[in-house]
């Protein structure tokens, strides 16, 4: 059965723009990876061979629509980044069904998608074909994320001589100038210097404002509280809590990180 579907079709209040029902992700792992074809045929005969299962996320359920801006939140280790995973296609889910009716835009590996011997201006090229767009639409957009991205001195060197800091503005730059129907960022806002996150951020709510939809992973409870309208908790692949109440998630998700007691789930009823 087909588990993940991505569709584009014209979204009402009632219509989720992207929707996970019942969402597992597990993990296979065992000695057999190492192994001939041949060694596993007779190993599997025999039942000598190990696996180990683990599940990175467990029965995950939210729903988000036009507009919206969701923060994911949890410790390291939480399944954050493997639901994104799956969220924006890369992964498919063991259980339960991701739909999304829009394009994504997913910044999930800042380096991915670049090629370290090609230019800036050759990977800014490259990032947006691989996003889906023409030539055409690029060149038109080419300037403007050069400039959001700071990099009008360095458009003609080799990506692998880029900082840290400026692969992810020029990740960022791209991402969010192509305009995506779903923009998903991965602790992208926290790179960069104190006046490229203001900026950064300053963008987003433009983007929301103008409609599109955002998921927003981030260790910064203030910048989640700022920014998002839903909150989506996670806690070793469980599903803590999501909703509209962000305050109050948050509220509960600072007193854990003191405590680590996770809170009754009647209190988010």
Not at 35 to 64: H, M
Not at 138 to 167: C, N, P, V, W
Request: charged content about 25%; proline content about 2%; overall charge positive.
């Amino acid at each position: 059965m087909k588990k993940v579907k991505n569709t584009i079709t014209i979204n009402t209040e009632k219509t989720p723009i992207l929707s996970c029902s019942n969402v597992s992700i597990r993990y296979v792992s065992g000695d057999f990876k190492e192994i001939g074809i041949k060694e596993f045929l007779l190993r599997k005969i025999t039942r000598n061979y190990k696996i180990n299962e683990f599940w990175a996320d467990r029965n995950v359920n939210f729903a988000i629509y036009r507009g919206d801006m969701l923060g994911i939140i949890g410790t390291n280790g939480a399944g954050k980044s493997t639901l994104l995973k799956a969220v924006s296609g890369i992964m498919v889910p063991t259980e339960g069904v991701v739909e999304c009716n829009g394009k994504i835009a997913a910044l999930l590996e800042l380096g991915s998608g670049f090629d370290g011997e090609l230019t800036v201006r050759e990977n800014t090229y490259l990032r947006g074909a691989m996003l889906g767009y023409t030539k055409k639409f690029m060149k038109a957009t080419y300037d403007d994320i050069i400039k959001f991205s700071e990099l009008e001195e360095y458009q003609d060197r080799a990506f692998k001589h880029l900082s840290s800091g400026m692969k992810a503005r020029l990740a960022f730059s791209i991402a969010s100038l192509v305009n995506p129907d779903i923009l998903i960022l991965d602790e992208v806002l926290s790179v960069g210097d104190g006046a490229f996150r203001a900026k950064s951020e300053a963008k987003m709510k433009a983007i929301i404002n103008g409609g599109a939809t955002t998921i927003l992973v981030s260790h910064s409870i203030a910048q989640v509280r700022a920014m998002c309208n839903k909150i989506l908790w996670l806690d070793h692949g469980n599903q803590v809590a999501f909703g509209d109440d962000v305050k109050k998630i948050c509220d509960a998700y600072e007193i854990y990180l003191q405590t680590k007691v996770l809170p009754s789930p009647d209190l988010f009823k």
